[in-house]
């Protein structure tokens, strides 16, 4: 190989290397946080504006904070989350209030997440207590 053709062989690879290590760190960047908002319908009755709140905290997983009202009272139930926020994925998750605790799975599609929440009792009993629907309003 002549003289010449060395630098810019070594300056080639050195790209080469760069992109491959740019093009990897763009994968791995960490997913943003995301806003959802929308209502929810409890099955006692009453509906009302929701807002849920995904924060990542792992691949796949978040700490969700629900802010709604329900008998003209504010509420903020915190919980986390398992799974994807992109249209056709399942994402379930638990929340809790006091010493009151729900489990709850949704699905994603058109940017709208559409879900039930179940009540956790005592002695492995649950009750459906409702449904929600939340659109996308953050990053």
Request: with cysteine.
């Amino acid at each position: 190989m002549q003289e010449a053709a060395k630098p810019k062989l070594i300056l080639l690879a050195l790209c080469s290397v760069a992109l491959a290590v740019a093009g990897t760190a763009s994968t791995l960047a960490e997913p943003e946080s995301q806003v959802f908002t929308g209502h929810y319908q409890w099955h006692g009755g009453g509906t009302d504006d929701l807002t849920a709140e995904f924060e990542p905290t792992g691949d796949g997983q978040w700490k969700v904070t629900f802010r709604f009202e329900f008998d003209g009272k504010g509420n903020t139930w915190r919980g986390s989350a398992e799974g994807d926020l992109d249209d056709g994925s399942e994402v379930t998750g638990t929340a809790a209030w006091r010493s009151r605790k729900w489990t709850w799975s949704a699905t994603l599609e058109d940017g709208v997440m559409r879900g039930t929440h179940t009540e956790l009792k005592s002695r492995g009993r649950t009750t459906e207590t409702g449904s929600f629907e939340l659109g996308t309003s953050g990053p």
